[in-house]
């Protein structure tokens, strides 16, 4: 009698947890910031030869349509600046770079400069120039929506990037997703909360 209760107490248990595990794994996802929350600078800030104030604040601008947008405002001191999305030792669950092999950028840059992101794998712990590309970001007066086909493999465990190679220019990043580019709408964008989660179009 008490191997029956037993039994049947386990499959109350998977009858009840798998569900919720499943919606778990269903939450979970490459990492996505959009600036819309003064608690997403926690994420950024690990950074190198960057402004520390600016590089530590959220910024409300108007872009070329008039449409507001919450951004990171970052100013390079140095040579070679870059940053973590995450921090240096990311706060996100790796990632497959099979499944996901592009990274989307919202930016509005000063001046046209070539942009690089290097990244770490499972494989190799260390930053180096075997992992990284290089990317061309032109100066636009409204934001631009970029897509970096990183080409990567493995599971992606961080990666940084480096916002051109100019001193004293500045950058505005309205966004950084894995999972796909983020749409801005005129209405007060809400906060993705999952990771991946696309807002809501017009």
């Known amino acids: 009698m008490n191997v029956m209760k037993i039994f049947v107490i386990l499959v109350l248990?998977?009858?009840f947890c798998f569900?919720?595990?499943?919606?778990?794994?269903?939450?979970?996802?490459?990492?996505?910031?959009t600036f819309d929350?003064?608690?997403e600078l926690a994420d950024w800030q690990?950074?190198?030869?960057?402004?520390?104030?600016?590089?530590?604040?959220?910024?409300?601008?108007?872009?070329?349509?008039?449409?507001?947008?919450?951004?990171?405002?970052i100013?390079?001191?140095?040579?070679?600046?870059?940053?973590?999305p995450g921090g240096?030792?990311?706060?996100?669950?790796?990632?497959?770079?099979?499944?996901?092999?592009?990274?989307?950028?919202?930016?509005?840059v000063e001046e046209s400069d070539t942009w690089t992101v290097?990244?770490?794998?499972?494989?190799?712990g260390e930053y180096d120039e075997g992992q990284s590309r290089e990317f061309r970001v032109e100066a636009e007066p409204g934001f631009v929506d970029l897509e970096f086909e990183m080409q990567?493999?493995?599971?992606?465990?961080?990666?940084?990037?480096?916002?051109?190679?100019?001193?004293?220019?500045?950058?505005?990043?309205?966004?950084?997703?894995?999972?796909g580019p983020v749409i801005v709408t005129q209405s007060p964008r809400r906060l993705a909360t999952t990771w991946g989660r696309i807002k809501d179009l017009l």
């Open 88 to 108: 240096a030792v990311p706060n996100w669950e790796p990632f497959s770079g099979y499944d996901y092999r592009t990274i989307y950028i919202g930016v509005r």
């Open 46 to 73: 690990d950074h190198y030869n960057l402004d520390p104030t600016s590089a530590s604040t959220i910024t409300k601008v108007r872009d070329s349509k008039g449409i507001e947008r919450n951004v990171l405002r």
């Open 13 to 15: 248990v998977c009858v």
């Open 152 to 179: 990567w493999s493995g599971m992606i465990r961080g990666f940084r990037i480096h916002p051109g190679t100019t001193r004293n220019k500045m950058a505005e990043i309205d966004y950084v997703s894995l999972r």
């Open 118 to 124: 290097d990244y770490i794998t499972g494989k190799d």
């Open 37 to 39: 929350d003064v608690a």
């Open 19 to 33: 569900p919720m595990a499943v919606m778990a794994r269903r939450d979970t996802g490459p990492p996505e910031w």
């Open 75 to 84: 100013v390079a001191t140095g040579d070679n600046p870059y940053i973590y």
